[in-house]
């Protein structure tokens, strides 16, 4: 069977990785394909195969591009540069805090946390964890208030 385009590619990204010189190179060729081949462009599949796993055992890493895009988007949310087009929906251990911090503030109207949301943060309901951020800095920031007129 032939050699395919992507295993040459990933021998070429092994010599780069491991740093081989081409001296070396042709010789790990050389000996995986029985002395015959010097180029892996001549290797046959199984031949080619054989390469990339030695070259594995010498320590090369298959990275995919997958992952490295997945790490650099996991780092772009860390430092809080998410895309325009992403929404998170407000976590469980938010909407717990929410219904706690709502509960300790003495309302003076039985909804008074609907009206409340709807008039200071401008929503009905909170769906994403940006508005739940905003709900329950809202309300620590009421309880701190409440809780200093009480003195």
């Not at 009206?115 to 951020?133: G, L, N, P, S, V």
């Amino acid at each position: 069977m032939k050699i395919e385009a992507k295993q040459i590619q990933l021998i070429h990204i092994a010599r780069a990785q491991l740093g081989l010189t081409d001296e070396t190179y042709r010789a790990i060729i050389a000996g995986r394909s029985g002395g015959k081949k010097e180029s892996s462009r001549e290797l046959t599949y199984a031949e080619a195969d054989a390469v990339i796993n030695y070259m594995i055992r010498l320590g090369f890493k298959i990275k995919s591009k997958y992952v490295a895009r997945e790490k650099a988007v996991k780092r772009a949310w860390r430092s809080g540069q998410r895309p325009n087009n992403v929404f998170c929906i407000a976590t469980t251990y938010q909407l717990n805090m929410i219904n706690a911090l709502a509960g300790k503030i003495r309302w003076r109207v039985e909804d008074g946390f609907q009206r409340w949301m709807k008039k200071y943060i401008k929503i009905d309901q909170i769906r994403t964890d940006d508005e739940a951020c905003k709900v329950i800095e809202g309300l620590k920031g009421m309880l701190i208030n409440q809780d200093g007129d009480c003195d």
